[in-house]
Structure formats: C-alpha cells, structure tokens
Nanobody, 127 residues
Framework: EVQLVESGGGLVQAGGSLRLSCAAS????????ISWFRQAPGKEREGISC????????YYADSVRGRFTISSDNAKNTVYLQMNSLQPEDTAVYYC????????????????????WGQGTQVTVSS
C-alpha cells in the first residue's frame, strides 16, 4: 500500500524559509512522479511542483518558480520541498501526492492525476 507522510511545516515570518519532507513507502520509488500541492482556506488545491525521481526532472508552477526547489533522495524514498522567500500568500496546507504518470510537464500539477495523497502539513507565514 502506498503511504505518503509529510513533515516540516510550521510558522515562519515573511522572507523566511522552510523545508518540507515527503516520506514515501512505494514498491518502486522510481516508477512514480511525486508532486507537492497546497490548499489555502476557501481556495482550490494548487499544484506547485513535481519531480520524477528516476531522472530528476522537475517542474514548477509560476507562483513558486525561483523560490521553491524540489528534490529527492532516492535512497530514503523521500522528496523535499525547500521553500525560500516565503510570503503570507504561501500560507496553506501542503500535500504531497504520487502516481505513475511519469511526466514532469504542467500535467503533473493537476490534482486529478493522483491517486495517492499524504495527510498534509500546515505552513503559516506571518507578515
């Protein structure tokens, strides 16, 4: 059974940084695309970044490109999201998701593509 567990959320001031982790229990880590989504109160879930651990290719939404960096440690079956220059509008619950779509194009930021989700971790950025 696929399990995803996020950690690393918290409260940070504007301009600060956080690193989120997504620990995945997958039979074959390399066969999946792992993505990060976020959902703020009253808003739709937004895909922000994805990675294909098999080749390290990545994709970012415009809203986070240049500030966030996704990476993977294949030996630990863990994907990270380094978030820098955080702003209050980044406040949301952050989720990781996995599926075997194996693409790192805009398609990887579509929530309906994913069958497996973590429970989420709260990120709050104060002004």
């Amino acid at each position: 059974e696929v399990q995803l567990v996020e950690s690393g959320g918290g409260l940070v001031q504007a301009g600060g940084s956080l690193r989120l982790s997504c620990a995945a229990s997958l039979f074959t880590f390399d066969d999946y695309t792992i993505s990060w989504f976020r959902q703020a109160p009253g808003k739709e879930r937004e895909g922000i970044s994805c990675i294909s651990p098999s080749d390290g290719s990545t994709y970012y939404a415009d809203s986070v490109r240049g500030r966030f960096t996704i990476s993977s440690d294949n030996a630990k079956n863990t994907v990270y999201l380094q978030m820098n220059s955080l702003q209050p509008e980044d406040t949301a619950v952050y989720y990781c998701a996995a599926d075997g779509i194996l693409v790192t194009t805009r398609r990887c930021l579509l929530a309906y593509e994913y069958d497996f989700w973590g429970q989420g971790t709260q990120v709050t950025v104060s002004s």
